[in-house]
């Protein structure tokens, strides 16, 4: 059975940095495309970054472009999103996000991702 545990949201002002944490169990954690998705009341589920399951490729919103930086320790099982100069406009629920197959490339689809943690609130003061 497929797991992923988010933490590490929080309250913070505007300008401030936050690392979100996603602990996945139950997959072969290195052959999957993780995702970071992000959602507000009302709208649809969004894509912030993907990575692959070798670390080598990342994919990014174009909303969080040169603040936030995906990455893996595929030893420990474990995504990071690592969010600076945060803004209000970033305030959401943060999901993680496994992909529905081994060995895919990275897609912006939150169709694409099968498996979901249960999402960490970011709410970020102006």
């Known amino acids: 059975q497929v797991r992923l545990v988010e933490s590490g949201g929080g309250l913070v002002q505007s300008g401030a940095s936050l690392r979100l944490s996603c602990l996945a169990s139950?997959?072969?954690?290195?052959?999957?495309?993780m995702g970071w998705f992000r959602q507000a009341p009302g709208k649809e589920r969004e894509f912030v970054a993907g990575?692959?399951?070798?670390?080598?490729?990342?994919k990014y919103a174009d909303a969080v472009k040169g603040r936030f930086t995906i990455s893996r320790d595929n030893a420990k099982n474990t995504v990071y999103l690592q969010m600076n100069s945060l803004k209000p406009e970033d305030t959401d629920v943060y999901y993680c996000?496994?992909?529905?197959?081994?060995?895919?490339?990275?897609?912006?689809?939150?169709?694409?991702?099968?498996?979901w943690g249960q999402g960490t609130q970011v709410t970020v003061s102006s």
């Open positions: 990575i692959s399951g070798s670390g080598r490729t990342t």
């Open positions: 996000a496994a992909d529905r197959r081994p060995f895919s490339v990275i897609k912006e689809d939150h169709a694409s991702y099968e498996f």
């Open positions: 139950g997959l072969t954690f290195t052959n999957y495309v």
